[in-house]
């Protein structure tokens, strides 16, 4: 059972598309407002990841075993990885009376739908897909066949992301304080008027 609490707030987009350096931002902005949900994943940390923090870095076999508990709100498998959220870090945030922040991809989207979660869906979309595989490789953390598959799931997602009604705002990221920008508006017309008020600044 997950807490009731503000409304959630899902980023989705493919990978490179900016929703970590998005989500950054608010939370620096933010800190006391806004709180991140902290995924697990079978996939080994990035240099300078930690465990908790960035996600809890588990296996597949201690993941699989706690899915079949019921303990994971969403759950997919990228990359050949196993990512997913649990209810216990969406408690987490919520009962620290933070806007709780999901970070996943579409198909946890698409399961987050069938719960009660009730989040508000930001798709952020990359300019194009050459200007995706440009950031993905200065950012320099993938292999290259990782990099091959983030960028044909990335053609796919695009699909989903732009079909009507899948999310609530799609903000194109070709400018990194314009898409903020447009980040912070839809938020602040969006949250309901006792969770504004604990937005002071927008
Ligand atoms: N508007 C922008 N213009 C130029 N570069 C950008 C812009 N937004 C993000 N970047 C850069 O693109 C790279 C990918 O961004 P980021 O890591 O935030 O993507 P992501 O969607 O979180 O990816 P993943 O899902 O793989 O974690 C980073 O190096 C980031 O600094």
Same mark, same amino acid.
């Given at each position: %059972?997950? *807490?009731?609490?503000?409304?959630?707030?899902?980023?989705?987009?493919?990978?490179?598309?900016?929703?970590?350096?998005?989500?950054? #931002?608010?939370? !620096?902005?933010?800190?006391?407002? /806004?709180? /991140?949900?902290?995924?697990?994943? $079978?996939?080994?940390?990035?240099p300078?990841? &930690?465990n908790?923090v960035?996600?809890?870095? $588990?296996?597949?076999?201690? %993941?699989?075993?706690?899915?079949?508990?019921?303990?994971?709100?969403? $759950?997919?498998? /990228?990359?050949?990885?196993? =990512?997913? @959220?649990?209810?216990?870090?969406?408690?987490d945030?919520?009962?620290?009376?933070? &806007?709780?922040?999901?970070?996943?991809?579409?198909?946890?989207?698409?399961q987050?739908?069938? @719960?009660?979660?009730?989040?508000?869906?930001?798709?952020? %979309?990359?300019?194009?897909?050459?200007e995706?595989?440009?950031?993905?490789?200065?950012?320099? @953390?993938e292999?290259?066949? +990782?990099?091959?598959?983030?960028?044909?799931? +990335?053609?796919?997602?695009?699909?989903?992301? *732009?079909?009507?009604?899948?999310?609530? &705002?799609?903000?194109?990221?070709?400018?990194?304080?314009?898409a =903020?920008?447009?980040?912070?508006? /839809?938020?602040? !017309?969006?949250m309901?008027?006792k969770? #504004? +008020?604990?937005?002071?600044?927008?």
């Open positions: %059972m997950v *807490q009731k609490g503000p409304r959630p707030l899902v980023l989705c987009g493919p990978s490179g598309s900016g929703k970590s350096t998005l989500l950054k #931002r608010l939370l !620096k902005e933010f800190p006391d407002k /806004f709180g /991140f949900s902290v995924s697990h994943t $079978t996939r080994g940390p990035r300078g990841e &930690i908790g960035h996600y809890h870095f $588990t296996n597949k076999e201690d %993941m699989t075993a706690a899915i079949a508990k019921g303990e994971f709100l969403e $759950t997919a498998c /990228f990359s050949g990885n196993m =990512y997913g @959220t649990s209810k216990q870090a969406v408690n945030v919520r009962c620290s009376g933070r &806007i709780c922040v999901l970070d996943i991809e579409i198909e946890g989207v698409k987050v739908k069938t @719960t009660d979660l009730n989040p508000l869906l930001v798709f952020v %979309m990359p300019p194009s897909i050459e995706l595989e440009r950031r993905l490789r200065a950012r320099n @953390t292999q290259e066949d +990782a990099l091959k598959k983030r960028l044909e799931t +990335a053609r796919k997602e695009i699909v989903y992301g *732009q079909e009507p009604g899948n999310f609530h &705002i799609i903000i194109l990221n070709d400018n990194l304080d314009k =903020y920008s447009e980040l912070r508006d /839809f938020l602040s !017309k969006n309901e008027e969770e #504004r +008020a604990v937005l002071r600044g927008f």
